[in-house]
């Protein structure tokens, strides 16, 4: 054999050895609890330096090491080059984009030692976006899996348990981190606009819930192909839920049943939660139509107030006939009705009311003096503010949020 030849194979075979070391280096991340943040450490004291990876977004999924990681994302950002080599200060950078199950990311490895990247970087960065493929693969799987067994416990709770059999349900509970015989939530949440409930909405509520902490069963609804879709969810009933409740409140209108503790009681639950979407959503369209924006829109029916929970377990159809034939006296009369509304939002406050619409005190005296010769008692009288405010009460605390809101931006 000639030398030239002998000294290519010892190159070879050099080489292999390297990239059997660097993948057993990398090899034993995948069997940690968390295998990302060990998989970047690993790499970041390879390369004596940083390993990160990125999302499509420039947003830091896992790092470790010291590296200037905006200036380097801001580097890979300016361009559509797929793999950088590029020098940012003292620090030489190598990056990798990776296609992988969950979306695009992006592997940068930088450090201060260019001769140890020139001779291993193709090798560090091959070898890692191998592994990054393997976990990424595994959680995926993992997280499917969990999904499956999330939905088909909460079918099940939603079906009804039997007392007798809870203890076997909590023990499943417990694997999705509920604490046995806790408070629980029912919560049924809805999208606003022109927005459609997806597969991609449920990974959301998840990654928000595990952010806030709080222990999660999610599934979509369907009653029909004509209407759309809710989501249904189990929660503790927690300061953390709280925080998460009010969090996904920005973008949906939601509905949280009453706290309980017994599974029996999930189906109830659930219907407690369906009630309590609807007065969230009659609330939320008073307001889009004044605001001309989605608001934002909460309600726990255990804290609402007596009028609410009692309307809200009447018939609809025969209570809105009824309420239609009280307020007929406003069908030709829509500025008495937003005075009467904006009168009652403002505690019968004729000052207040005047401010909030623009207008003279007397302009409010007047038109409330018209209001009561169309129903023939005064605006002050018990029975009159009791059978106005229940027939509107929607407008009434949506108008008062509108205000209330509109203080606080000008405050």
């Given amino acids: 054999m000639v030398p030239e030849t002998v000294d290519a194979a010892l190159s070879q075979v050099k080489k292999l050895q390297r990239e059997l070391d660097v993948s057993a280096s990398l090899l034993n991340a995948v069997s940690t609890d968390e295998p990302l943040a060990t998989l ?30 905006q200036l380097i994302w801001n580097e890979i950002s300016s361009t559509n080059v797929p793999n950088l080599d590029f020098n940012l200060g003292r620090w030489r950078v190598r990056t990798r984009t990776v296609g992988l199950l969950d979306g695009v990311h992006v592997l940068a490895i930088a450090t201060l030692n260019e001769t140890l990247i020139e001779a291993d970087g193709e090798i560090f960065l091959d070898t890692a976006e191998r592994m990054l493929g393997a976990v990424n693969g595994i959680q995926h799987g993992a997280s499917m899996r969990d999904r499956r067994d999330n939905e088909h416990l909460l079918a ?196 207040a009311a005047a401010e909030a619409m623009f207008v003279h005190a007397n302009t409010v005296r007047y038109r409330l003096s018209k209001i009561e010769e169309l129903y023939g008692e005064p605006v002050a009288s018990a029975s009159f503010v009791a059978n106005t405010y229940l027939c509107l009460q929607n407008e009434i605390l949506g108008k008062r949020q509108i205000l209330t809101a509109s203080a606080e931006r000008s405050g």
Wanted: aromatic share 8%.
């Fill in 40 to 69: 970047t450490a690993q790499l970041s004291k390879l390369c004596r330096g940083a390993a990160v990876v990125y999302d499509a977004d420039g947003v830091i999924i896992a790092s470790a090491g010291e590296a200037p990681t």
């Fill in 156 to 351: 099940m709770l939603q079906d009804g348990v039997l007392p007798s059999r809870e203890h076997r349900f909590w023990s499943r509970l417990n694997q999705f981190r509920f604490v046995s015989y806790s408070p629980l939530r029912a919560v049924e949440a809805a999208t606003r606009g022109d927005s459609r409930i997806k597969d991609a909405t449920i990974d959301s509520f998840i990654d928000t819930a595990r952010r806030d902490g709080v222990p999660l069963l999610i599934t979509i609804r369907r009653f029909d192909q004509e209407s759309e879709p809710t989501i249904n969810a189990l929660i503790p009933a927690s300061k953390a839920s709280d925080r998460w409740l009010s969090r996904i409140s920005k973008e949906y209108t939601v509905g949280a049943s009453a706290p309980f503790s017994a599974l029996a009681d999930t189906p109830a639950a659930f219907r407690e939660a369906e009630t309590a979407l609807g007065i969230a959503e009659s609330r939320a369209r008073f307001v889009s139509q004044e605001e001309k924006t989605a608001p934002r829109v909460l309600v726990k029916l255990d804290e609402v107030d007596v009028t609410t929970w009692a309307l809200s377990n009447v018939d609809a159809r025969q209570l809105d006939t009824r309420i239609q034939a009280v307020l007929g006296q406003f069908d030709e009369a829509e500025m008495l009705r937003e005075t009467l509304v904006t009168f009652l939002a403002l505690d019968q406050n004729i000052g």
